[in-house]
């Protein structure tokens, strides 16, 4: 896999750390847990979609694009790096938000990253939830065009094939971070939404001859659903940098039973997990993605499907700085 062969913009501090919690491991009485800190990319706080932005931001400046058009939901991690990686860059960012919250509070409509979004001077552009978005990107993009920019479309998530290669560059960080450290891994879990970085992280292992299993924690799709978005998305992948048929149907895993009420609606068990994290470990994790994937990885614990003698390592998608959309509905 050369990942060198393609265009690519330095935005991340890589690697990131590889973290032993103890205090965690001891309190769960399981498996040994790692973290992988992905929300110390440095971007704008941080966050998986930087791995991805070096990338697709990388295509658009080969391109000669001048504006970046995105597309999230109104606390988008997503969105807020990507609007932070174009002021770095020098380029304008159209941003078009989805309101997928039913009654959503003025806090989560104004503060966490829609206010981080504002002040990189991102314009935004607010539509209701199911709009047809390929249809609205190419309206904004006419626009821009007649304006006399160059605009380039980064999806959702920067969930393509180009945005998964910084997942399939975290694949191959892990492994050699796995050798460095001399440490043997069970499991890898992480959060999985758009597919970008679980696509791509399975690449990464396969395409480098590793097994490791990865099970994604569903944050907004059924389970069938979600897994064959994840598994197109590898494959598409796989072929782009090399590696056809590295990545097998039954590699994909995809646990969707703790999603709750619905895409960003706060569970009970997300809840008790970003606290158990905070409290033990100093750890902020968000409550969209990351905190309901820690909830599935606690609960698989405590079921005995992650025991004592394994190795277990959590990737940490970031996304803390949407804690303060949620202050008003999280219990602490």
Sequence with gaps: MQLSDFPRVKLAHLPTPLEHMPRLSEHLAGPDIYVKRDDCTGLATGGNKTRKLEFSMGEAMAEGADTIITVGAIQSNHVRQTAAAACKLGMACEVMLEHRIQRPSKTYTSSGNIFLDRIFGANLREYPAGTDFDAEMEVVAAEVRESGGIPYFVPGGASNTIGALGYVDCGIELLKQFAEQGLNIDHIVTATGSAGTHAGLAVGLRGSGSDLPILGIGVNAAQDVQEERVYKLAVETSELVGTPGCVERDDIIADCNYIGPGYGEPTESMNEAVLMLARYEGLLFDPVYS??????????????????????????????????????????
């Excluded at 499907?305 to 602490?332: K, M």
């Design 291 to 332: 905190g309901k994937a820690l909830a599935g990885m606690i609960d698989y614990i405590r079921q005995g499907r992650f025991t004592q003698g394994q190795n277990i390592v959590f990737l940490h998608t970031g996304g803390s700085v949407g804690l303060f959309a949620y202050a008003d509905s999280l219990t602490l």
